[in-house]
């Protein structure tokens, strides 16, 4: 496209002639020209050389491209149909915020329980947390854990042992409803 252009503004700057190349084949026609019904005189309504069909310069082949190109462009919506997707997605987005303010959010720390197959069950301890906040359960937001060890890895001189430590979860932050 910026080579099209300077192109354009080449042509424009040195003057170059629209007819300074020959037509392409296609353009020419083969036909004779139409029979004057007098000699020496042109055919009624034109005046002097028939206009060609179309002139192949440089800017008309420009103009070509151009319009090429913007018709593979994708059309764009008018600022109607634009406004009315930005009111469905403000109504979206409002219908969303409305369902997570729906409840209330607690705060504290409540130690999670451990599962049969050895995996923190924090349902259990989300729902406390908001109990104790006078809501009725909730889901976790934020959790945290810990290293808890027992006092024998304090012992000087002492191996520590697989049992001696174990991970702690907490539930920090419930969703209450």
Request: charge should be neutral; charged fraction near 20%.
């Amino acid at each position: 496209m910026a080579l099209a252009a300077l192109m354009w503004a080449t042509a424009i700057a040195t003057g170059w002639s629209q007819t300074a190349a020959p037509p392409p084949a296609s353009l020419v026609e083969t036909g004779p020209p139409p029979a004057s019904p007098q000699p020496g005189v042109a055919p009624s309504g034109a005046a002097g050389a028939p206009a060609p069909a179309e002139n192949p310069g440089l800017l008309n082949e420009m103009g070509k491209a151009l319009e090429k190109s913007l018709s593979i462009l994708p059309t764009l919506k008018s600022p109607g149909e634009t406004l009315d997707d930005l009111k469905d997605a403000a109504k979206n987005a409002g219908e969303g915020l409305s369902r997570l303010t729906s409840g209330s959010v607690a705060d504290g720390r409540i130690k999670c329980l451990v599962a049969a197959n050895g995996a923190p069950d924090c349902k259990a301890a989300a729902d406390k947390l908001c109990q104790a906040k006078g809501l009725k359960g909730g889901k976790s937001l934020s959790t945290d854990s810990v290293e808890a060890c027992s006092a024998k890895v304090l012992i000087p001189g002492r191996t520590r042992k697989p049992d001696d430590c174990h991970t702690d979860n907490f539930v920090t932050r419930a969703l209450c409803q």
